[in-house]
Each structure stands twice: as C-alpha cells, then as structure tokens.
C-alpha cells in the first residue's frame, strides 16, 4: 500500500489511482498475461465510431425506408432487447442522433435527382434504341473525333476518316425569377417579399458539337449562329411550332456547311412532336372513310398559319383551322411499276362524283386487294386492338402497312434529305443521350448566380452570358458521359444499371466488358 501511494504521487495522482495499481498488481500476480489495457484518447470517443454498433445502426435506418429521420435512432436504441444486446443503460438524446447521422453519411438536403424513367424500358422505345438508334450511331462514332477525360483529342490509328461532326439540338427554358434555393443563410435574417411565380420566360434553341461547341461561325468575324431566343405565350411570340424549328434547322444547316464544307453534318434531335410533324395533307389511314362520304367532301384539317410559319389564333384565341385536300399516294402495280394515285375520284369517273374522296375500299381495290369492300372498316373501337401482326386484317390496318402510309417523311426529313445532311433522331425519354441536356444545367447553374430582375433586358443578358460561360473541354466531358451511356446499352444494361456503371467508370469513354460481371447479363447474346 505505501508503494502504491508513492507511485501514485509520483505520478501526480491521488489515492483512487493507487488502489487501482494495487488491483492492477494482485491480477499481474495471479495471471502473467493479464495487463491492463491502455484507454488513452478513448475516454471522449462516441459509440457510434465503434464498426459493429454502426453497422446495425445503419442497417435498421436502412430498414425504415426512404424518408429516415434522427428519432429514428433515439427509438430503436430505447428499446429493450436492444439495449440489453449492445449494454446500453439509456439511449442517446436528439441532439447526439444527428451527429450520429452526419458520421454515418446522412446530410440534410434535397435528394438528388436522376434520369427521368417514365417510358424509358418500354418496349417499343427499347426495340428502337436497341435495333435503329444504337446500330446507326456505332457506324458514325467510327468517323467522329474521340476526347479525352480531360477534353483534348485522342490521337491513334484511324481506321476511318474522321469527317463526321454531330450536332445535337434541343430546347430550354429559362425564367427571370429561378434562382438559387439553398445557401447558408444566418439567423438574423428574416423573411422578405418575393415575387409570385416564375417571372417571365424565355426559351432557347441551338444546337451543340463536342468538335466546336455552340454552332456559329468558328472565326467570330460575323453574327452567324443557329441559335433562335423565344418569347413563348399568347400576346408574345406565340409558340414555337414546327414551321420554327424547321426555319431554324434549315440556317443551322446552311451555316455548318458554309463553315465546315469538308465534313459529313449529322443533326440529331429529341423524338418530339416539333420535330416529327409531316406536312399538311401527308397520307393517313388513322381517320378515312371505309365508303364515299355523303356529301363526298371528306377533307384534313390542318391549322392556318402566316406568311412567317405562325399559328394564326381567333377571338377565343384558339388555333384557327382549315380543311385541305389529302395528298396523292403511290404504289406499285401488277406490273412492277410505280404509279401515282389519287384519293379523289376524277371527272368522267363513274363509280362517285368528281372531286369526292374514294374511301379505303375503292383505294385498296385500285392497289389490287379485290376483296376491300367485303372487309371490315376497322376490326373493333380503337385502332391499336387489331389482332398483334395483323397485316391484312381490315381497311384500315391493310392501308396503314402500304409503304407510302407507312414511310410519310417528317417535314425535318424532307428538309435534311435536300440539303444533303443526314438526320437522327433520339429515343423517347432518352435525355442521357443528348449530352446537351447537361449543358442546359451548367448553364442554369450559372444564370442562377447573377442577381434577380424581372426586366426581360436583363433576362436575355443574363441567358447569354450563362451560355457562354461553359467550358468547350466540359461539353467534351459530357459529350463522353452520353457515348458511355449508348455503350451500356450496346452491352444489354438497362437504365438503372446503365446510370450506375456511367456513375463507376465515370473517368472513361466506354464501359469495359467486365461490367457485365456485376449483373446476370448473358454474355453470348447481350441480353439480359
């Protein structure tokens, strides 16, 4: 005991510590290998830095679902089994929760957005993707200029000229009240008046390379650019409709071949109604008369437009509509050559009046299906109900399959096909292909920076100075993170797994084929 006292103030200790070292000397003498076990620097230490116990705490977070909350933790640890099972007393305050969410890995923020996956595995969109889109856009990255990680150019063996540059077009909106939601914001500040709704808009449409950027002319000695500002909604510029986009693709057209006169332009844009409208009067089976109408004037009604492409709107501001003639179709006859037919009966023609429309069965019949006017008009209520790989099963489905009601050219086809450029178009809800769609939130991330105002002057200033401020290496960046995307799909991904091995190999161009290893995927076939 006097040893252990002295050692005690030797060590500047007091009479707890000598007791403790006569219990520490008793147990060394009764056992060799029992030492004391040295605490330093564990005394303050949390619980919750101890493996095992967070592991199960993490584990029933987990368990609770998506919308996880401190208490959570406060709860679980006050039950009884519980606390017998990791000997706890008591559990942990409110307080002592949330640290204890921070350390294992929970911040309070909004939850991070992804790709949209309405429609994204639907059937058709996937056979489109898997079996046109994907094929026809392997054949043109052969010929495309490849970027680095850190946007320079990849040099090596070209196995094929690198002559194509695609340009991908797209449209977005920004308006003069969108602005930054979360900052650190002090505890002195109050609430403060803000404007009601978003402000005034403003829509931009352009075009965009991973090769030169934004489409305008490369030596900045003129004002030449593809991009189109527009003041959407009624009493502005009203709405940007397909005669626009059409307008616009054709200077975008004009400008890159004017600019860049040696390389192949490919132009590829979203699968929208803008972009697929086929001119007024293009055939289509969707509505036609099985007979002659009564009256024989059976017409498509199209909207009226200006001189400008404009849709022109009456005083209940509505879209005026007209009625006009459907086009002239073509099919080849038992002899093997095409000829050109007409939907309205001719003079001298004795089967209807003249200029009277023909109906389906008189159509058929001239394309040689004797037999038209014993079919049915249509098999039941709703077009879509025919019989699956029906082909000839009423009117409506016979004529539908017919070549030129089944190949009508898009008004944007017709356009590309005359200027020599070659037109694609995405898969619907495909955005992750578009690299541009990233563009749009650097930029948006950006224009949110500047101070608020809702003068349209400083709109427009603000939208352009946005653009601008996007990096020509971070669109190449972007650019790889869609080529990355299309290579999963190549490899049979879907787009959950697609997302998650663009997020791993993030620092790539390509997937490699060990991904395949994470997921049941049959290598021999590529399917899933």
């Not at 059937?123 to 990255?141: G, I, N, S, T």
């Amino acid at each position: 005991m006097a040893a252990s006292i002295l050692a005690a103030r030797a060590a500047t200790r007091g009479p707890w510590f000598a007791r403790q070292l006569r219990s520490w000397t008793r147990k060394f003498i009764e056992n060799r290998s029992d030492l004391p076990i040295n605490r330093y620097g564990t005394w303050s230490s949390s619980r919750i830095r101890d493996e095992d116990f967070a592991q199960e705490v993490q584990l029933h977070l987990q368990g609770v679902g998506k919308y996880v909350k401190a208490m959570d933790i406060v709860y679980y640890l006050d039950r009884t089994e519980v606390k017998a099972r990791l000997g706890l007393k008591r559990t942990v305050s409110h307080a002592t929760a949330k640290r204890w969410m921070q350390v294992l890995g929970y911040r309070w923020t909004k939850a991070p957005r992804g790709q949209y996956v309405d429609g994204h595995e639907r059937k058709d969109v996937v056979q489109y993707r898997q079996e046109v889109f994907l094929p026809r856009m392997a054949a043109l990255e052969a010929r495309m200029l490849t970027w680095s990680k850190e946007g320079d150019e990849e040099y090596g063996p070209h196995l094929e000229p690198k002559d194509v540059v695609m340009w991908k077009q797209d449209e977005s909106q920004f308006y003069a009240h969108d602005r930054r939601k979360l900052r650190w914001v002090h505890q002195s500040e109050t609430a403060t008046p803000e404007q009601k709704g978003e402000g005034a808009s403003l829509m931009v449409s352009d075009f965009i390379s991973a090769d030169y950027g934004w489409l305008r002319s490369p030596d900045g000695t003129d004002a030449e650019e593809a991009r189109v500002l527009f003041k959407a909604g009624v009493g502005r510029d009203g709405y940007y409709t397909s005669s626009h986009f059409v307008k616009q693709m054709e200077h975008a057209i004009s400008i890159a071949q004017k600019k860049w006169p040696d390389k192949k332009h490919v132009f590829v844009v979203d699968n929208a109604k803008t972009h697929l409208k086929r001119p007024d009067g293009s055939l289509s089976a969707l509505k036609m008369p099985k007979k002659i109408p009564k009256d024989g004037a059976w017409l498509v009604e199209v909207q009226v437009t200006d001189a400008d492409g404009r849709t022109v709107y009456g005083p209940d501001r509505k879209p005026l509509k007209k009625k006009i003639k459907m086009t002239k179709g073509q099919f080849v006859n038992a002899d093997g050559v095409l000829v050109e037919q007409d939907l309205y009966f001719g003079d001298g023609d004795p089967r209807g009046p003249p200029g009277a429309f023909k109906g389906m069965a008189y159509i058929l019949e001239e394309r040689g299906f004797h037999n038209a006017h014993q079919m049915r008009a249509q098999c039941k209520k709703k077009f879509d109900d025919c019989l699956p790989g029906a082909v000839e099963c009423c009117c409506r489905r016979t004529l539908y399959n017919q070549p030129d009601f089944a190949y009508v050219k898009s008004e944007l086809e017709l356009l590309c096909n005359r200027r020599g450029v070659e037109l694609v178009v995405l898969p619907k809800f495909h955005p992750e292909l578009n690299f541009i769609e990233q563009v749009w939130g650097y930029s948006k991330r950006v224009y949110r920076m500047y101070p608020p105002s809702s003068i349209e002057a400083d709109l427009e200033r603000n939208l352009l100075s946005a653009l601008e401020s996007v990096p020509l290496k971070v669109m190449r960046r972007y650019h790889n993170r869609s080529l990355r995307f299309a290579d999963a799909y190549r490899k049979g991904l879907n787009g959950s797994q697609a997302a998650w091995a663009n997020k791993k190999y993030h620092g790539h161009r390509l997937i490699p084929d060990t991904i395949l290893r994470h997921f049941d995927i049959d290598t021999t076939t590529n399917l899933l």
